[in-house]
Each structure stands twice: as structure tokens, then as C-alpha cells.
């Protein structure tokens, strides 16, 4: 197995050249038509910059599906290009306000064009570790979170922080792939087969 550092950065790396080159090949698929294939609306995706759509790299459309209430504090906990994170502001509204989070600063920087092109002031993009977030305690109304468990073995420090931010009665929505048997051993000894 990898140790954390390793992952961590091998994760990184790997999103980073997703939001810098979404068009390559890469061992996750990425993009606009993928996030149509996952259940995203064509009208809402066809309203959004291609900043943020065409380096789309989640699990699902968790931001359509998440309860998110006018005038709520979101939090999207690994925002990455800013999918979840504009369709959310649009949400919330102008009384409201979400805060991206992600580790990659090439996907930050997406997400801050695309939200610049969309005109969208309610919503703010910070460069943070999921293990060690950047906000007040009992601060966000409702977190969502495409697809970062996988990615991180520091997940009961990350759940640990969510329980922090997140006031009480508030709510968090997660999507996440998990497998149905464990890999082979020789599966597992491959950095790659964190994306797969």
C-alpha cells in the first residue's frame, strides 16, 4: 500500500492535470459528457461556463439530487471545477452563500473562472485539505461531497471535520463509488487503481 503523503500527492497530481488538460486521457473519466451520463441535466449543464463543466470530474449529480434550501450555507468539500458549487449558489440564491473546498489549485482556479464568467458573487472557492477545513465550527447549513472518500485514507479526520462544520439539524450529502469485493492485492498495489 501507499502511504499518505504518496496518495495525496499522486491524487493531486492527478486532478490537476484533469483541470489542466480535461481533453487527455486519464484513469477517471472527466467532463461535460460524462456529467450528463451521471444524470446532470443538459439544460443546467448548457447554462454553466465550460470552466467548470468540461473538467467535471465526480461520482454523481449530487447537487441536484442534495435538499439545499434558499438562503442556506453550503459547503462543496472537494468543489474541484466549481460544477456542484455554481449549481448550488444558484440554490441558495443571493441570501445565501457556498464555499468550495478543494486541494488542487489548478481546479481552483477553474472554479473562480468559471464562477467569474457565470456572474455568480454568492459563492467563494478556498484552497484547503479535507482533513483540516478552513471554516467555523457549526458554520454550513448543508456540505455536499462528490466523490473524495475514495481518494483520501484520512476519512474518519474528514468525517471528523464535517461533524464540526456542520451546524446541528443541518445536512450532508455524499456520493461516493465503493466496491462490492475487495481488490486483488495486485490491483491494489497500483497508485492508478485509486482512480479506476
Given at each position: 500500500?501507499?502511504?499518505?503523503?504518496?496518495?495525496r500527492?499522486g491524487?493531486?497530481?492527478?486532478?490537476?492535470?484533469?483541470?489542466?488538460t480535461?481533453?487527455?486521457?486519464?484513469?477517471?473519466?472527466v467532463?461535460?459528457?460524462?456529467?450528463e451520463s451521471?444524470g446532470?441535466?443538459?439544460?443546467l449543464?448548457?447554462a454553466?461556463?465550460?470552466?467548470?463543466?468540461e473538467?467535471?470530474?465526480?461520482?454523481?449529480?449530487?447537487?441536484?439530487?442534495?435538499?439545499?434550501?434558499?438562503?442556506?450555507i453550503v459547503l462543496?468539500l472537494?468543489?474541484?471545477a466549481?460544477?456542484?458549487?455554481?449549481?448550488?449558489?444558484?440554490?441558495v440564491?443571493?441570501?445565501?452563500?457556498?464555499?468550495?473546498v478543494?486541494?488542487s489549485?489548478?481546479?481552483?482556479?477553474r472554479?473562480c473562472?468559471?464562477?467569474?464568467?457565470?456572474?455568480v458573487t454568492?459563492?467563494e472557492f478556498?484552497?484547503?485539505?479535507?482533513?483540516a477545513?478552513p471554516?467555523p465550527?457549526?458554520?454550513?447549513?448543508v456540505?455536499?461531497v462528490?466523490?473524495?472518500?475514495?481518494?483520501?485514507?484520512?476519512?474518519d479526520?474528514?468525517?471528523?471535520e464535517?461533524?464540526?462544520?456542520?451546524r446541528?439539524?443541518?445536512?450532508?450529502?455524499?456520493?461516493?463509488?465503493?466496491l462490492?469485493?475487495?481488490?486483488?492485492?495486485?490491483e491494489?498495489?497500483s497508485?492508478?487503481n485509486w482512480?479506476a
Open positions: 500500500m501507499f502511504d499518505a503523503h504518496k496518495l500527492e491524487v493531486r497530481d492527478a486532478y490537476s492535470a484533469a483541470a489542466t480535461p481533453q487527455a486521457a486519464h484513469a477517471f473519466q467532463g461535460r459528457a460524462f456529467a451521471i446532470y441535466p443538459h439544460d449543464l448548457e454553466l461556463p465550460a470552466a467548470c463543466t473538467a467535471f470530474a465526480g461520482v454523481s449529480n449530487v447537487a441536484v439530487y442534495a435538499a439545499i434550501p434558499a438562503g442556506a462543496d472537494g468543489c474541484g466549481g460544477l456542484d458549487s455554481l449549481i448550488a449558489a444558484r440554490r440564491g443571493l441570501n445565501g452563500k457556498v464555499v468550495g478543494d486541494f489549485e489548478a481546479m481552483l482556479d472554479a473562472r468559471a464562477a467569474a464568467e457565470a456572474g454568492n459563492v478556498r484552497r484547503a485539505d479535507a482533513e477545513l471554516l465550527d457549526r458554520s454550513v447549513d456540505a455536499i462528490n466523490g473524495i472518500f475514495n481518494l483520501n485514507p484520512a476519512r479526520a474528514i468525517f471528523g464535517l461533524a464540526r462544520v456542520v446541528p439539524g443541518g445536512e450532508v450529502f455524499v456520493a461516493e463509488l465503493i462490492i469485493e475487495p481488490l486483488p492485492e495486485d491494489r498495489a497508485l492508478t482512480f
